[in-house]
């Protein structure tokens, strides 16, 4: 376990995450214009003055190692759209934010999805496998910017049960985590059910069964942990959407998350803080991916022994 630790960490995790800073800051550097660039023109000695002082007059090799040198040390750089505050406060206060979103909607996608895919599972090709999965359909078929206006128009303006905008208590949480997580609710139900669908198919749950015990018992204490190896296997991509996502969403219900920074430091050019937006986020999807591998490992010990050999 140690060794397959070892190997997720220092051979797959921080490589693939100084990766991702220098394609980043790569693709960020190399887009033409001015991050300055107004429909004001400034004079060139302004634009002179500007790039001097954030230091994008240095050849691109001395901006990315003062740049990488300075995220080692958890600085991100100034805004340059916002004098006076840095990537590393702006993050500091929406960062929370999305993550608790992001969290509220996996946990909200893991509860239905499972929920829907063990009852199909019980009963396949009957009423209640039919209509799981028919709500599964319908929640991959509508994606969070169309079913989050739909939340938004159906329970916020007509019936006035749950407000749409802010994000200030717990009624504010509704409808942005359904929204977000019912897409992956729907395809954790299909994993689950074929996972379900597997194990109880296995001669030591037919042991089990003719050993008197109630279907609820050999669900739940035989047949449930092997049938959701696939959803777990899962939760790596699927936490990579619901961050991503997160930013369509919060534009929708007006979230103050690192969704709206990220999209209006892309319309302002605002370099520094796109960089950090996309470092933080790629660091937790390596660091959630790293993890999710090793909870399959500890549920599963082929994985690992197969990593050590």
């Not at 887009?31 to 230091?55: N, W």
């Not at 749409?164 to 359904?178: Q, T």
Request: proline fraction near 6%; aromatic fraction near 10%; charged fraction near 15%.
């Amino acid at each position: 376990m140690l060794r397959f630790v070892f190997h997720r960490l220092f051979i797959q995790a921080i490589p693939t995450l100084w990766a991702v800073a220098t394609l980043s800051f790569l693709l960020v550097r190399l887009v033409p214009g001015s991050p300055f660039a107004s429909e004001k023109e400034l004079p060139p000695q302004t634009m002179e003055a500007l790039e001097r002082a954030y230091g994008l007059d240095q050849p691109i090799t001395v901006q990315y190692f003062r740049y990488m040198g300075g995220v080692l040390q958890g600085d991100f750089g100034p805004s340059l759209k916002m004098p006076g505050r840095t990537v590393s406060e702006l993050i500091a206060t929406t960062l929370p934010i999305s993550m608790e979103l992001g969290m509220l909607a996996l946990l909200y996608a893991l509860v239905v999805g499972i929920s829907l895919g063990v009852l199909a599972a019980m009963r396949p090709n009957g009423p209640g496998d039919s209509i799981s999965m028919g709500i599964a359909l319908f929640g991959i078929c509508i994606p969070s910017f169309v079913l989050g206006p739909i939340l938004a128009l159906v329970f916020g303006l007509w019936l006035n049960w749950l407000p749409v905008l802010g994000w200030s208590d717990s009624a504010h949480r509704v409808l942005p985590v359904i929204a977000l997580g019912s897409i992956y609710a729907a395809y954790i139900a299909r994993l689950a059910r074929g996972g379900m669908l597997e194990e109880l198919s296995k001669d030591y749950v037919r042991t089990a069964r003719s050993k008197g015990m109630s279907e609820a018992q050999v669900v739940l204490r035989h047949a449930l942990r092997g049938g959701i190896l696939p959803v777990i296997s899962f939760l790596g991509p699927a936490a990579a959407g619901l961050l991503t996502g997160a930013f369509v969403v919060e534009m929708i219900f007006q979230i103050p998350g690192m969704g709206r920074i990220i999209v209006n430091a892309a319309l302002n050019r605002d370099q520094f803080v796109m960089l950090g937006c996309v470092l933080v986020f790629g660091a937790f999807m390596v660091l959630f991916n790293t993890l999710v591998d090793l909870l399959l490992a500890w549920l599963n010990p082929r994985i690992r022994m197969g990593e050590a050999k």
